[in-house]
């Protein structure tokens, strides 16, 4: 891994020193600059992609429509204009002399499907999918819109390479590559949702994202450390959200809808309200929604195998309703972006958002009879953000993106243990502070992007029990500390850049440090026995990455990059019953960062009817953080009300592989039928012990196929997994896991929509239209049974 980052080291340094000299040669280059339209009714299209692919240099259009590449070398240059649902153009070359510039202003004519995605995640600017190494996937507006969640995690649900557990109701924990939890990075924004509290385990945070605010999702698959730093193992999910769309003159335009949609299976209850305010130079857009979420009604049919493994469950007895309960909850949302143009290169953007779940209780501890009452009561998430870009050529840069945000995040958890009168409560908030500097640089054929980033974390936490027959109420040591806190630092830079003819390569490199202090000491209710625990620590990343087009529509591609992730106060301060009271948690201030290697290869397609990406990888991971034996105050086990529970603390003894394989294709048969298909495998050996990796999926795959004629619209698709019987000693212990492993299952699934009139909108839909009964492997409870939702929206 160091001789990795060496060679980097010396291919970025050679590549700086090129960019500096081509820099002080020539100041600018030549300039192609243009309005990017629809060629019926003449609207400025954002989100439109035009690019030069000898030279792997682009822009994305903005609300205006407006597109620019600068610094481009004399010659002729093949110009890409790409679009969702418009048609693709390849004009002819355009010849530049040095340092002209060049207007050109370019008409799409709308077509029923275009199979091409721009991400902004993958190289921190804006690029088709097709143009990076790594295995890339995005849910695009109108796939968010025909989906329709009222959840965040469910949009994941039929994504190549992503898998979705769900231990409860208000969970939705995403794995990608066999990996979860804390070895995922979340973005919102392109701001971390991770912050120094996220845990191992399943978690429930995507959920804190409103799905019905959201504009696109995107999935980077295998390590992305080298740009987003700790966490980034498995991949990356960056949530994006709604722009205001600005209008084409001064005169202020008011829009406004309303949505609501109501399902059957989980009695779900929701409503949206959008508004929206904006001209040429300023936009304004508002978003509200109220959902009432119901318990989970399972499938009658089939299921036979998975229903008698969890009846005749030797580990634990289990409450197996058709109806599972507790599962309910109630939640609201509300988020504004505005948008100021300040010139024509200048523009800031003010975000806010806010999340509350009241009341969302833990299913899987209730139907094993471990609990009578686990709620998380309240969940909450705030965020308010600043972005301010500066979008014209310099000596430094060609565009700027400066981002100062603030970050909370609230929880409470109500425990009654079941056969108990003493009700727990933890809780902690965790604030946090963040600063982001990105800097693109385009000249002669190479894209460098490279910046800074600061986050820092500060915790408060309070734990108290009460008893609910006396009402008396003590204090009780917390999770973590109060006041803990956690400084996360991170500089990097990217380049990418042509090597040879149609072949390229991306190389990265990341410097991080870290400081996390848990005070102990200087907390009364927490227990001084391992004093104040002060740790930092420091990360050197890098990342390799090739491709080699065949043709301008078929490409191979190879990435080798490190990942890591350093330990949090999760890892090294937390103390507790763990994982569903098994054990007890205790500190260990000695844990360092856990560290992976990544190999991908695999091949892309990219035509204007047929898409397909297969990428097959191998992850090496090395100091993972596992549980072992441990003492507190020099006993091995400590008795929390009537238990007797083993006591651990995390080492990095943990040594493992995981290998798999992504596959996703999408064909045009017609002007209005397409098929779709995406397969996810992967496979995990923990070395350490010689057995599975503990929480990998079984190969799962989906087949549908789709039609669309006008603003009409109907997808019938199949989901499906192969069953689960590879388990690892943790797995065999884990309840929401039958016991001798997960059957296989599959679900039928319906969805029809369009546009009714102009302003209304429906969308139909009947998922698992066969009424199955089956679990997917990690989650706490049984899937949906047949469920009928129906959505609308009125526009105005």
């Known amino acids: 891994m160091q001789s990795l980052s060496k060679l980097i080291t010396l291919i970025l340094f050679h590549c700086l020193l090129f960019n500096a000299s081509a820099a002080m040669a020539s100041a600018n280059g030549a300039r192609i600059t243009g309005v990017i339209a629809d060629k019926k009714d003449r609207v400025p299209l954002a989100h439109a992609q035009v690019f030069i692919s000898a030279l792997n240099r682009g822009d994305v259009t903005n609300e205006r429509g407006e597109f620019h590449i600068s610094n481009l070398p004399a010659g002729q240059h093949k110009l890409t204009v790409r679009l969702q649902g418009y048609q693709t153009y390849h004009f002819s070359p355009i010849v530049l002399a040095s340092n002209e510039s060049l207007q050109f202003d370019v008409a799409l004519t709308s077509t029923i499907v275009e199979l091409s995605d721009v991400t902004v995640t993958a190289t921190r600017s804006e690029v088709s999918t097709f143009a990076v190494p790594q295995f890339v996937s995005m849910i695009s507006p109108r796939e968010i819109q025909q989906r329709n969640a009222q959840q965040t995690p469910e949009l994941l649900r039929e994504e190549a390479g992503v898998v979705i557990q769900k231990t409860n109701q208000g969970g939705g924990s995403p794995i990608i590559r066999g990996l979860k939890a804390n070895k995922l990075l979340l973005l919102v924004d392109g701001i971390r949702l991770n912050n120094a509290t996220y845990r191992g385990g399943n978690t429930q945070y995507l959920n804190t994202v409103d799905a019905g605010a959201l504009e696109r999702m995107e999935i980077v698959q295998g390590p992305v450390s080298v740009l987003y730093g700790s966490d980034a193992l498995g991949g990356v999910v960056n949530m994006i959200t709604q722009s205001p769309d600005l209008s084409s003159n001064a005169k202020l335009q008011f829009n406004s809808s309303v949505a609501g949609s109501i399902s059957t299976a989980d009695n779900t209850k929701t409503s949206h309200a959008n508004m929206s305010l904006a001209n040429n130079r300023f936009g304004l857009q508002i978003n509200g929604a109220v959902r009432s979420f119901g318990d989970v009604e399972r499938g009658g049919n089939g299921g036979r195998e998975l229903m008698q493994r969890l009846q005749n469950d030797s580990r634990t007895s289990r409450d197996l309703n058709k109806k599972q309960a507790p599962n309910g909850y109630n939640a609201y949302d509300v988020s504004a972006r505005a948008l100021f143009i300040m010139s024509g290169n200048q523009q800031i953007s003010l975000a806010y958002q806010q999340n509350h779940q009241k009341d969302v209780p833990r299913y899987d501890v209730v139907e094993v009879r471990k609990d009578s009452l686990r709620f998380f009561a309240p969940q909450e998430r705030n965020l308010a953000y600043i972005k301010y870009t500066y979008d014209a050529p310099t000596f430094l840069f060609d565009k700027l993106n400066i981002t100062l945000s603030s970050h909370r995040q609230f929880e409470r958890r109500l425990r009654l243990k079941f056969g108990s009168v003493n009700l727990s409560r933890d809780q902690f908030s965790t604030r946090t502070l963040g600063a982001q500097l990105q800097l693109n640089r385009y000249l002669k054929g190479h894209n460098l992007v490279y910046g800074f980033e600061l986050y820092h974390d500060d915790i408060t936490t309070k734990s108290t029990r009460r008893n609910t027959i006396t009402e008396e109420t003590s204090d009780q040591e917390p999770l973590f500390p109060n006041g803990s806190s956690f400084l996360s630092l991170g500089a990097f830079v990217q380049d990418q850049f042509q090597v040879l003819n149609n072949l390229y390569l991306t190389t990265g490199l990341r410097f991080s440090k870290f400081k996390l202090r848990a005070p102990f000491l200087s907390d009364p209710k927490s227990n001084d026995f391992f004093g104040d625990i002060e740790q930092n620590s420091s990360a050197l990343t890098a990342s390799l990455g090739t491709q080699y087009f065949i043709t301008d529509e078929l490409g191979l591609v190879a990435n080798i990059a490190q990942g890591f992730r350093m330990p949090n106060l999760d890892d090294a301060s937390k103390i507790g019953p763990g994982k569903g009271a098994s054990f007890y948690d205790v500190p260990n201030p000695r844990v360092n960062p856990e560290k992976s290697l990544s190999f991908d290869a695999g091949l892309k397609l990219h035509l204007a009817g047929a898409r397909a990406e297969v990428v097959g990888f191998y992850n090496r991971l090395t100091d993972l953080l596992v549980r072992q034996p441990a003492l507190f105050e020099g006993a091995a086990f400590i008795l929390d009300e009537g238990d007797t529970l083993a006591v651990f603390h995390k080492e990095n003894a943990g040594r493992a592989f995981v290998a798999g394989l992504a596959v996703s294709t999408e ?119 047949r469920n009928f939702s129906i959505s609308a929206r009125v526009s105005h």
């Not at 495998?681 to 503990?694: A, C, K, R, V």
């Not at 109907?714 to 192969?722: G, K, L, W, Y």
């Not at 039928?748 to 969308?763: D, M, P």
Request: proline share 4%.
């Open 667 to 785: 064909f045009r048969l017609s002007n209005s039928f397409s098929v779709l298909a995406n397969l996810t495998f992967s496979s995990g050996q923990d070395l350490s012990n010689n057995e599975p990796l503990s929480g990998i999926p079984p190969l799962s795959g989906l087949l549908g196929l789709r039609w669309q004629y006008g603003k009409l619209w109907s997808e019938i698709n199949s989901r499906f997994a192969r069953k689960q019987a590879r388990l690892s000693s943790e797995d065999k212990l884990d309840l929401r896991i039958p016991e001798g492993g997960t059957p296989g299952w599959y679900s039928l699934n319906l969805r029809v929509g369009g546009e009714v009139t102009q302003a209304i909108s429906l969308n139909l839909s009947v998922s698992n239209i066969l009424d199955m009964n089956y679990r997917e492997h990690l989650s706490g409870m049984n899937a949906l049974g």
